[in-house]
């Protein structure tokens, strides 16, 4: 299981781009707290309320043992009372949501809720574009090799893992359309879709049903930071208004 003491890397910093281009989406004043906040982790499907799940958690790693894709780790020292409770660092590896969510099936302690069964009732977080200068389809440009070639070191330790990367792979020397193509929720097409803005240029559309698993964030071939990040625990309605 993968520990890091890299803290930076696991919490969500929302620039003032997320709240401009927010404006432009039509999302208006959703200057909504979670949206300030730098300390939101990225919960496994299924997660309780912050506080009860720290309350809950007994931090035993069932959810990161059974996990396919390698998604969840570890809080390590250094992270307070959230030491030792599982988290994703969406632009490592996103959540796929497999069926049946074995993550929470594994948890033997409620603090992913086992009403949780299926990925329309998963409320991980909220994607938004936060970065519209580095999105490839805003700049018009095609996905090169050298755009993905971090993200294809990955975790690539069988099938399912595999045929991520290979997806990812088909989009060199075409246009972006990786985050609504290969968002991973049931009927993408309500959580995610491309489309075009006044001046012509295309771009991805969150739409309501997404429900913050970070696969477009993984996937976004932007370099370093991805164009498109998830805001933990926010909603639609608070994000987008
Ligand atoms: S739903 Fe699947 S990919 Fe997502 S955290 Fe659970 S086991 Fe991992
Ligand atoms: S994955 Fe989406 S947000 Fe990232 S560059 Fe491509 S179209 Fe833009
Ligand atoms: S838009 Fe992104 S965060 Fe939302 S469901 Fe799709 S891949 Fe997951």
């Not at 432009?24 to 909504?32: K, N, T």
């Not at 971090?150 to 990786?178: F, M, Q």
Request: aromatic share 6%.
């Amino acid at each position: 299981m993968k520990t890091t003491n890299n803290t930076r890397r696991k919490f969500i910093k929302i620039s003032a781009g997320t709240l401009f281009f927010g404006s432009l989406l039509g999302g208006g004043a959703y200057l909504a707290p979670k949206l300030n906040s730098n300390s939101l982790l990225l919960r496994p499907p299924g997660a309780i309320d912050e506080k009860d799940f720290l309350a809950t958690c007994i931090k035993c790693g069932q959810c990161v043992q059974v996990c396919p894709y390698h998604s969840l780790h570890l809080l390590d020292i250094g992270n307070g009372n959230s030491v030792g409770t599982p988290y994703l660092d969406a632009r490592d590896r996103g959540c796929y949501l497999c069926d049946l969510l074995p993550c929470v099936l594994a948890c033997p302690s409620g603090s992913l809720n086992h009403d949780i069964t299926e990925a329309h009732q998963v409320e991980m977080g909220m994607a938004i574009l936060k970065r519209p200068d580095r999105c490839l389809a805003m700049l018009g440009k095609n996905v090169e090799i050298e755009d993905i070639e971090g993200i294809l070191t990955h975790s690539n330790k069988n099938e399912r893992e595999a045929k991520v990367l290979d997806d990812l792979k088909s989009y060199v020397g075409k246009p972006c359309t990786i985050c609504a193509d290969l968002c991973p929720y049931p009927e993408n097409e309500k959580a995610i879709g491309m489309v075009q803005d006044k001046n012509g240029k295309w771009y991805p559309e969150v739409r309501s049903e997404c429900v913050g698993c970070g696969v477009c964030e993984e996937l976004c071939p932007a370099k370093g930071e991805a164009a498109i990040v998830i805001v933990p625990r926010a909603t639609y309605t608070e994000v987008y208004g």
